[in-house]
C-alpha cells in the first residue's frame, strides 16, 4: 500500500475500528507500527484518537513512536 487512502494502510484500519486481534496479526507477520499516511497518521494516531487503550498500549510495546507526526490530529498525544 502507498498510505494515501482514508486509512493509511491496514493496520492503520484495524486500530480505529478496534479489531485487536487483525492488528495483532498483522505486526506478527511484518507491518509496521510506524508506518504513515492516511486521514490519522498511524496506527497509533488511529487508535488514540478513538480512545482505544488495549491497542494504543500493544502498539506502543511492538515499538509504535508516540511522538511521530502527521495526521488530522498531529501526533498520538493530541489525538
Known amino acids: 500500500m502507498d498510505g494515501s487512502g482514508k486509512y493509511g494502510d491496514a493496520l492503520q484500519c484495524a486500530s480505529v ?10 505486526l506478527e507477520h511484518g507491518s509496521s507500527p510506524n508506518a504513515r499516511g492516511g486521514h490519522y497518521g498511524s496506527a497509533l494516531q488511529a487508535a488514540a484518537a478513538h480512545g482505544d487503550e488495549e491497542i494504543v498500549k500493544f502498539l506502543l510495546e511492538k515499538g509504535a513512536e508516540v ?13
Do not use: C, F, P
Open 17 to 26: 475500528d478496534g479489531h485487536k486481534g487483525i492488528v495483532r496479526l498483522l
Open 67 to 79: 511522538n511521530s507526526q502527521g495526521g488530522h490530529h498531529g501526533n498520538a498525544l493530541q489525538a
